[in-house]
């Protein structure tokens, strides 16, 4: 086993999200209930994108990306949370649970970095409409892309590595509904002040690069729309971006107030309710977000009903 050269433990139980019993069932169908709106949400996005060819352009492919990301996402996390609220121990294998370490890293620094590069787009499509579509070309679109994923390998090898190399000596149980970095360092007999800002460094930069991105891109936009004339183009300037704001605040405020402080400051506890904004709520929440917020998508939906009705 993996786990043999670092590790006495093969295997970890998780706390999950309470102990108090009379909470289990009404918190399993809960987020049964959140898990379901979130694979309807973002596979209902993925395939009235696929589908729609007036959605195929660079703002809805990295549309497409997001939902697929929340939608691979959740799954690597809430299936496995469901049991802790119906089985007595949930346990998990040492191999399991850096494998789901492994996807959760992966698909979070993923979706911070195709965030930054949704800012991107919109920053050129308001501030240079002329020259959009040269600049948002399809290799650049891929580009973009490839660098999204290729920063979600990177820090998912790096937090794994991290880790693996820890020792958990005795005990197993994980104060957490998944296996995530803080609570296996907290668990690790030999885990050391070094262990813990290779955490903050990495998690600075999965979630500072994309910020320091985006704020740029915002600060172009706003001086932009400021200079537009008139009241109604101003208007519709703010509108096609207030959907990406809103996804932007929710996962880059729960995921920094997370991460971006010591244990020391928020205890673990208050850490899995801030972990399920960006683990459970905003995936759930996005397609919604730029489905009843967006005019493109909302008339595909209105097409796609039609021509179910009628044919």
Known sequence: MAADNSSSVTEFILAGLTDQPGLQLPLFFLFLAFYVVTMVGNLGLIVLIGLNSHLHTPMYFFLFNLSLIDFSYSSAIIPKMLMSFVLKKNVIS??????????????????C????????????AICKPLLYTLTMSPPLCFFLLLGVYGMGVWGALAHMGNILYLSFCAEN????????????????CNSSFVNIL???ILVAIDIGVPIVTIFLS????ISSIFHISSTEGRSKAFSTCSSHIIALSLFFGSAA??????????????GKLSSLFYTI??????????SLRNKDVKLAMKKCFNRNIFY
């Open 173 to 188: 149980l994980i104060n957490h509904y998944m296996c995530d970095v803080l609570p296996l360092l907290e668990l690790s």
């Open 94 to 111: 040492y191999t399991g649970c850096m494998t789901q370490l492994f996807f959760f890293c992966f698909f979070a620094i993923s979706e």
């Open 257 to 270: 107030f997370a991460y971006l402080k010591p244990p020391s400051v928020i205890p673990l506890d208050q």
């Open 218 to 221: 915002y600060g172009f936009i």
């Open 198 to 200: 290779v955490v903050f």
């Open 113 to 124: 970095f195709i965030l930054s590069a949704m800012a991107y787009d919109r920053y050129v």
């Open 281 to 290: 709520v905003v995936p759930m929440l996005n397609p919604l977000i730029y």
